[in-house]
């Protein structure tokens, strides 16, 4: 039989934190041993963000649910079609890169060989050109049989866990999916947990830092598919083998911030150094004018002030997050420095030092009595009006 008024479990307050430790520290512990967890959130969130300017667009005409419906199915048609389309293409390409691999090594062979030969005419080496081509040779095979083995085995692991990588997708798609549909009742549960007095900031600082990673996610997808098609695009004009192939590593590799589309030029410059030249000098120029569009036309106009960062801090924080956590660490280090600024904007107009809030500053007798600072403990009002203005206005005579 339902209670009618649910009878109140008095407990004091030390008590009610050591049970939020206690949950906080059970939820730390599912993560760290169940490490797919937090990654499947993480990637959920990122996508349900990453879509919810498109559902916000649709919301107007449309109900929500029937929004979110139709951005997920063109979400998964899309996918569906890159990989009927796009990945026999570059599996085919695959197959060719590793059969011309040998003609590749000789070729790359001959062109170092000829830089040693007239190193060591300057008297630049210690040895003939010879011998240290054949210390490369023996370092860049036992270099290559390491990168194979571990090709070999990730490729082993992923054919072996086809079902856990279905099912990680499928996940991300549900998290997302339930965080969009959802969004209202988590905003609430985040309101309700703050103290009264605070829950207008609260709100605001829930939609400053929704809207701002939703801007830079939204943004870094459109920059990092922009260069992906013009890199693949402009290989495939020039004659540059491999097109699709580097295509796709320019755009994995722009997730980096600032180095990432420069680091990726390099293996396309490489690849078109063996067709000639001229061929390499204008992928150099293709990629310098791809990053010179995406950096300053593309990313201003999509992601606005999303993060507004020094662009050194945001090198540092790339650096930082892949020393602590690998290839996540760098992934999540730009969103999380843009949700640090949100925050450090939301505290700076609002944090007051308890003895300055409190204790006028001292004004000398013929010091105007508009220096004086009022006692309150809580910020002034924008909206009301000075005191000394005040008066004014009040005064007999005043305008």
Same mark, same amino acid.
């Given at each position: 039989m339902p209670v009618d008024s649910p009878t109140p479990i008095l407990i004091d307050r030390r008590s009610r934190n050591i049970l939020v430790g206690v949950v906080l520290l059970v939820i730390v512990l599912l993560c760290w041993f169940a490490p797919t967890l937090p990654r499947l959130v993480v990637a959920g969130a990122a996508l349900a963000l990453i879509l919810s300017f498109p559902v916000r667009l649709l919301s107007r005409v449309l109900p929500r649910g029937i929004a979110i419906t139709l951005a997920m199915l063109v979400l998964v048609v899309g996918a569906v079609l890159a990989l009927v389309i796009?990945?026999?293409?570059?599996? &085919?390409?695959?197959?060719?890169?590793? !059969?011309? %691999?040998?003609?590749?090594?000789?070729?790359?062979?001959? %062109?170092?060989?000829? #830089?040693?030969? %007239?190193?060591? +005419?300057?008297?630049?080496? +210690?040895? *003939?050109?010879?011998? *240290?081509?054949?210390?490369?040779?023996?370092?860049?095979?036992?270099?290559?049989? @390491?990168? !194979?083995? *571990?090709?070999?085995?990730?490729?082993? !692991?992923?054919? &072996? @866990? $086809?079902? !856990?990588?279905?099912? $990680?997708?499928?996940?991300?798609?549900? #998290?997302?999916?339930?965080l969009l549909a959802d969004s209202d009742r988590f905003k609430r549960g985040f309101i309700r947990a703050i103290p009264l007095v605070y829950r207008d900031d609260a709100e605001e600082l829930w939609s400053d830092v929704g809207q701002s990673l939703s801007r830079y996610l939204g943004g870094l997808l459109v920059s990092i598919g922009f260069q992906g098609v013009a890199a693949a695009v402009a290989l495939f004009v020039l004659g540059v083998p491999y097109s699709l192939l580097l295509g796709a590593w320019t755009a994995v590799a722009a997730i980096v911030p600032y180095v990432g589309s420069y680091i990726a030029g390099v293996p396309a410059i490489a690849a078109a150094f063996f067709v000639s030249p001229l061929t390499a000098l204008l992928t150099a120029v293709v990629y310098f004018v791809i990053n010179m569009i995406a950096g300053n036309l593309i990313a201003p106009k999509v992601q606005g002030d999303a993060i507004r960062v020094h662009p050194l801090l945001i090198f540092l924080a790339v650096i930082a997050g892949g020393e602590v956590g690998g290839l996540w660490g760098a992934l999540l280090a730009v969103p999380a420095l843009a949700v640090l600024r949100v925050v450090a904007d939301f505290l700076d107009v609002r944090l007051v030092v308890a003895d300055e809030a409190a204790t006028p500053l001292a004004v000398s007798p013929a010091a105007p009595s508009a220096l004086a600072v009022p006692a309150p403990a809580r910020l002034p009002d924008p909206d009301v009006a000075p005191a000394g203005l005040a008066a004014d206005l009040v005064r007999p005579g005043g305008n």
């Amino acid at each position: 039989m339902p209670v009618d008024s649910p009878t109140p479990i008095l407990i004091d307050r030390r008590s009610r934190n050591i049970l939020v430790g206690v949950v906080l520290l059970v939820i730390v512990l599912l993560c760290w041993f169940a490490p797919t967890l937090p990654r499947l959130v993480v990637a959920g969130a990122a996508l349900a963000l990453i879509l919810s300017f498109p559902v916000r667009l649709l919301s107007r005409v449309l109900p929500r649910g029937i929004a979110i419906t139709l951005a997920m199915l063109v979400l998964v048609v899309g996918a569906v079609l890159a990989l009927v389309i796009l990945v026999p293409i570059a599996v &085919s390409q695959l197959d060719a890169l590793v !059969g011309d %691999a040998p003609n590749i090594a000789a070729r790359g062979e001959l %062109a170092i060989r000829g #830089v040693l030969e %007239a190193m060591a +005419e300057r008297g630049w080496l +210690e040895e *003939t050109a010879d011998a *240290t081509l054949e210390e490369l040779r023996a370092e860049g095979v036992s270099r290559a049989q @390491g990168i !194979g083995q *571990t090709v070999l085995q990730q490729a082993l !692991g992923a054919l &072996s @866990g $086809t079902l !856990g990588v279905i099912l $990680t997708l499928v996940g991300i798609v549900f #998290v997302a999916v339930y965080l969009l549909a959802d969004s209202d009742r988590f905003k609430r549960g985040f309101i309700r947990a703050i103290p009264l007095v605070y829950r207008d900031d609260a709100e605001e600082l829930w939609s400053d830092v929704g809207q701002s990673l939703s801007r830079y996610l939204g943004g870094l997808l459109v920059s990092i598919g922009f260069q992906g098609v013009a890199a693949a695009v402009a290989l495939f004009v020039l004659g540059v083998p491999y097109s699709l192939l580097l295509g796709a590593w320019t755009a994995v590799a722009a997730i980096v911030p600032y180095v990432g589309s420069y680091i990726a030029g390099v293996p396309a410059i490489a690849a078109a150094f063996f067709v000639s030249p001229l061929t390499a000098l204008l992928t150099a120029v293709v990629y310098f004018v791809i990053n010179m569009i995406a950096g300053n036309l593309i990313a201003p106009k999509v992601q606005g002030d999303a993060i507004r960062v020094h662009p050194l801090l945001i090198f540092l924080a790339v650096i930082a997050g892949g020393e602590v956590g690998g290839l996540w660490g760098a992934l999540l280090a730009v969103p999380a420095l843009a949700v640090l600024r949100v925050v450090a904007d939301f505290l700076d107009v609002r944090l007051v030092v308890a003895d300055e809030a409190a204790t006028p500053l001292a004004v000398s007798p013929a010091a105007p009595s508009a220096l004086a600072v009022p006692a309150p403990a809580r910020l002034p009002d924008p909206d009301v009006a000075p005191a000394g203005l005040a008066a004014d206005l009040v005064r007999p005579g005043g305008n």
